[in-house]
């Protein structure tokens, strides 16, 4: 199991699908996953501080955790099944809940809590980026400090 940090999410063009990134922070596997553009700006707006003036999903869910009494511990990216990532909730109390690893790292990031990937997934689907392509990953990075949660909301009819 490594632990994975957050690299960013960016939508990929032409499909207008969003990617959340991960990387092994003591490691050098990067981790790509497909996610909705609801989760996309949930991570979005988590990373760049910004408050919404009433609690989005996951922040209701924070406080439905917090409100009853349990702590979350970690969240696990736990298998690849023909090309669909599962993650998993991992409570105090050894409880486990199944949930979608976008929702996952949305509630990790603002609970502050450990994204870890099995080995498994990982080895199957995790990116090594020769240095030469460092520049890429650098472009990355500016083009997340560059947007805005706006981008993920896609067309308006």
């Keep these: 199991m490594s632990e994975m940090r957050v690299v960013g999410v960016r939508v990929e063009l032409p499909a207008n699908q969003p990617i959340l990134l991960l990387r092994e922070t003591s490691g050098d596997r990067y981790l790509p996953i497909w996610i909705g553009s609801v989760e996309a700006t949930a991570i979005a707006l988590e990373q760049q501080g910004v408050k919404p003036a009433r609690p989005l999903t996951h922040d209701l869910l924070k406080d439905v955790i917090t409100g009853l009494g349990r702590r979350l511990e970690q969240v696990r990216i736990t298998d690849l099944q023909e090309g669909t990532f599962y993650a998993e909730l991992v409570f105090d109390g050894g409880i486990k809940v199944s949930a979608r690893p976008s929702d996952s790292v ?25 240095d030469e392509q460092e520049d890429e990953v650098e472009k990355f990075r500016e083009f997340l400090d560059s947007i805005s949660p706006e981008d993920f909301r896609g067309a308006q009819p």
């Design 106 to 130: 949305a509630l990790a990031l603002r609970i502050g809590v450990p994204i870890h990937a099995d080995e498994s997934v990982l080895a199957e689907a995790g990116l090594v980026i020769p």
